[in-house]
């Protein structure tokens, strides 16, 4: 079916100049065209309109899968807050008092999952070794891929012992250019992965991830604010 996603600016990749009023035609989970709204009126008149306030980017790719989906608990709000809270939990010595089971691992993953959409990543870096987290990240729509240079060498960032943080870490926040943090490009011919930020072209840093409005990936609209 095709859908047309128009926003108030569409920002295509690294590089690229925000185009106000910008639409991008999709078929599933292609992408058919991108350009001003106005030009598709005419050329795809039965396609379902979606309408996005603020800013259309590409997805976003955040680093260090295993530290965030296997070095961390992500307790079930509606039966664990009273006893672990909300935040995940890391470090050896906490996540070894939860005797995890790796049925319960999976579940935190996908838990953990549904915030990273939340965020707009579409992709997340590292190596996974328990099969039942990385069955959550298949089943959740991110695409996993290989460790980024450096990633999970000795010295490289991850949980110290006994500290709970907020994970996932706003992918913003590390590269220079926010822009780096960017997965793929939104170009006609490519997936229909994208994502929509409640912010104006040139402010994302400031806005922050958690400002995500949707995330699409694979034609799929797998996070909504409501």
Not at 7 to 24: F, K, M, Q, Y
Not at 148 to 154: F, L, R, S, T, V
Not at 208 to 221: D, H, K, M, Q, Y
Request: positive net charge.
């Amino acid at each position: 079916m095709l859908t047309l996603h128009c926003a108030d600016v569409l920002l295509t990749g690294r590089g690229a100049e925000p185009l106000p009023g910008g639409a991008v035609l999709v078929d599933g989970g292609r992408i058919t065209a991108v350009g001003p709204y106005e030009e598709f009126g005419a050329r795809a008149p039965q396609a379902r309109v979606r309408r996005w306030p603020g800013l259309l980017t590409p997805g976003l790719v955040v680093h260090g899968a295993r530290e965030l989906l296997e070095e961390a608990y992500y307790p079930d709000g509606q039966f664990e807050a009273d006893r672990l809270g909300t935040e995940p939990i890391t470090g050896a010595a906490e996540l070894a008092a939860l005797a995890l089971t790796e049925a319960r691992r999976g579940n935190s993953a996908r838990r953990a999952t549904q915030r990273l959409l939340a965020r707009g990543v579409v992709a997340v870096s590292g190596r996974l070794t328990v099969p039942a987290v990385r069955t959550a990240v298949a089943r959740s729509g991110l695409e996993l891929l290989p460790p980024a240079a450096g990633e999970g060498a000795p010295g490289a960032p991850g949980a110290a012992p006994g500290v709970r943080r907020a994970v996932p870490a706003d992918p913003f926040e590390g590269p220079a250019d926010v822009r780096d943090a960017f997965h793929g490009v939104v170009a006609a011919g490519g997936p229909t992965r994208f994502a929509v930020f409640a912010a104006a072209a040139g402010s994302l840093r400031e806005a922050g991830s958690a400002e995500c409005v949707a995330t699409v990936i694979g034609g799929r609209l797998l996070h909504r604010r409501r």
